[in-house]
């Protein structure tokens, strides 16, 4: 059976606040461990998005991609996620609507409705650790996660969307 749900955590673990997608993706699964009955999800965890990541959009009614952002408010966006007509001249490293791109011109039919969920950071240094504001801020996103998740709908996540982003 195919999830109805897929999230994307994007993020380097080693780069100090770039790791708050990875963070936010292993608190999700021990919240989802817990679940009776379980969310029917599927969890994506990569340093960055590729073409490759259209396939996991396949079969699913929803998507959520989860990243950390320098110049993001605090403490985070949560919005849909802005189609792109096409993708840029590299394949190496894409945005969340170029994978959704990458899946219309795969598949031939559009992708299902996905959301962005952008938390902020500060410090992406090589060796460093999550700063004690993105701490805070991972804290804020992932009641926000557990909302959305306890409610896999579209519509609820459109109510739900951050003010801030229209």
Not at 47 to 68: N, S, T
Not at 128 to 152: G, K, R
Request: hydrophobic share 45%; with cysteine.
């Amino acid at each position: 059976m195919t999830a109805r749900l897929v999230i994307f955590a994007v993020g380097n673990p080693s780069r100090g606040d770039d790791a708050l997608g990875p963070e936010l993706l292993a608190r999700l699964a021990d919240w989802l461990a817990k679940q009776n009955p379980a969310v029917d999800v599927e969890l994506v965890e990569d340093f960055q998005l590729q073409i490759e990541h259209a396939l996991d959009l396949v079969g699913k009614k929803l998507a959520l991609f989860i990243d950390a952002g320098q110049k993001t408010p605090a403490p985070f966006h949560f919005g849909p996620t802005p189609t792109v007509d096409r993708i840029g001249h590299s394949t190496h490293a894409l945005e969340p609507g170029s994978v959704l791109q990458v899946f219309r011109d795969t598949e031939g039919c559009e992708p299902p409705a996905a959301f962005t969920l952008c938390v902020a950071g500060e410090s992406f240094e090589l060796g460093e650790a999550l700063t004690l504001s993105a701490s805070q801020h991972a804290a804020q996103a992932f009641e926000l996660l557990c909302d959305l998740l306890s409610h896999p709908d579209a519509a609820y996540w459109a109510s739900r969307v951050d003010s801030r982003s229209l």
